[in-house]
């Protein structure tokens, strides 16, 4: 698909795209992108010289920040490998029994401190306001460079390319594994749409290509990708969820996933016909009550209209985000007992919008996203009161969430038995 089918695609609408690691070149998959004059790029490496490159770019359309990124900012000693691309926060590890590290790549090797920023200061600092794409390449530290950005950004992120390992030995000591990176995404409104093995495509051998003899060591280079879910994005308001798509779909296509955009666009189209059918369906409901008011039994407009109970279901009483399955069971026994209704959230933006009417918030402190789900909950003036739990020697957490606004905090065990009785509490 050429640039200026994209551009088409895109009909003059913003695009800025992040690329955390940006060493020697942009993505390849991005040269697409290029072109269009409303493109923005935001390349992020600690050893400015890698971003040398940049100087052929589009100068109105580049920002270059040579800055280390982490999870909380400040000092942190930064691991400076024989080879640039191979330098990281976290130190490589060799493990017994698995693949010997690249000797030549990672030695000798240097230790030194640097200062880090996070990801949203980063931005504010350079007034930047949304990020619309980010790639990230930074040798194990790329889900703690996510999780510096603030609540607002990511939740307008629509695509998301990481380096993870497959392995359950990685390369740097401390880097995620996929199932964690998975969890989060998911957990953040994000679909796990595909993965790229070492960046190359399979041999009929079995083999990622001549350099391995097995896919034990490209385990270790796994380019995986997220897109968002954009139906759950501006549902009312139109033009937002317009430029969205377009932004989306044109990112995919440059990514090559071109089923993926068709998919994007259908489950769009689905998307409006619900809402159009939900306004039709309530606009016919507000003439029926004008024709035919309520009144006493025999009096005129006591006949029934043909509708029973509201359009909408009242919302639950009790609203979760809890990904445990056991804590999960928990709640919903303890309100069956106590005719509590309850409604489980998977992301930040389900959970405050299911919050807006319930009684009770009840979140469970272990995940990721738990703080800063207490934040939006506070930035939409939630009144509903919030229970949260975690392990009982997570007593750095219980702060900040406490800080942060959660009206109880207890342990997963104090939790469990307080349960029954905060529902009861409810009627």
Request: charged fraction near 20%; aromatic fraction near 6%.
């Amino acid at each position: 698909m050429s640039a200026e089918v994209l551009w088409q695609i895109l009909g003059g609408q913003p695009l800025t795209l992040a690329d955390v690691g940006a060493s020697y070149f942009l993505p390849d998959t991005w040269s697409y992108v290029v072109p269009m004059p409303t493109a923005r790029f935001v390349l992020f490496d600690p050893v400015g010289k890698n971003l040398a490159y940049a100087a052929n770019l589009p100068p109105d359309r580049v920002t270059v920040i040579p800055s280390a990124l982490s999870r909380q900012g400040g000092a942190a000693e930064f691991f400076l490998a024989n080879t640039d691309s191979g330098s990281s926060l976290y130190p490589p590890h060799p493990w017994p029994g698995r693949p010997a590290l690249n000797h030549d790549y990672f030695f000798p090797l240097k230790v030194i401190d640097i200062e880090t920023q996070t990801l949203a200061a980063c931005l504010d600092e350079r007034r930047i306001d949304l990020v619309h794409a980010i790639k990230l390449d930074t040798q194990g530290s790329e889900l703690d460079i996510v999780k510096g950005l603030d609540l607002r950004r990511l939740q307008q992120l629509l695509l998301v390319e990481m380096e993870v390992t497959m392995d359950s030995h990685p390369v740097q000591l401390g880097a995620a594994r996929m199932p964690e990176v998975i969890t989060f995404f998911e957990a953040n409104g994000f679909r796990y749409v595909n993965t790229r093995i070492a960046r190359k495509a399979l041999e009929p051998s079995g083999c990622v290509g001549p350099r391995f003899a097995s896919t034990v060591g490209a385990q270790h280079e796994c380019d995986v990708l997220f897109i968002r879910d954009i139906t759950t994005m501006h549902p009312d308001h139109p033009e937002w969820f317009m430029r969205a798509l377009r932004q989306q779909v044109t990112l995919l296509c440059a990514y090559y996933l071109h089923g993926e955009a068709v998919q994007a666009l259908r489950f769009a189209a689905e998307s409006g016909r619900r809402r159009r059918s939900v306004t039709e369906h309530r606009r016919s409901r507000a003439t029926e009550h004008q024709r035919t008011p309520p009144g006493p039994e025999g009096s005129n407009g006591s006949q029934s209209t043909g509708c029973s109970g509201p359009l909408i279901a009242p919302m639950a009483d009790v609203v979760t985000l809890i990904q445990d399955m056991m804590f999960s069971s928990k709640v919903r026994e303890a309100a069956k007992a106590t005719g509590a209704s309850v409604q489980s959230t998977r992301d930040v933006p389900a959970l405050v919008a299911a919050a807006r009417d319930a009684k009770l918030v009840i979140i469970d402190l272990r995940l990721p996203i738990a703080l800063g789900a207490l934040d939006a909950l506070t930035a939409a003036a939630s009144t509903a009161p919030v229970v949260g739990f975690i392990d009982h020697e997570k007593t750095d957490v219980m702060a900040d969430a406490r800080a942060k606004g959660c009206t109880q905090v207890m342990a997963k065990g104090q939790f469990a038995t307080a349960l029954p009785k905060l529902l009861s509490a409810l009627r």
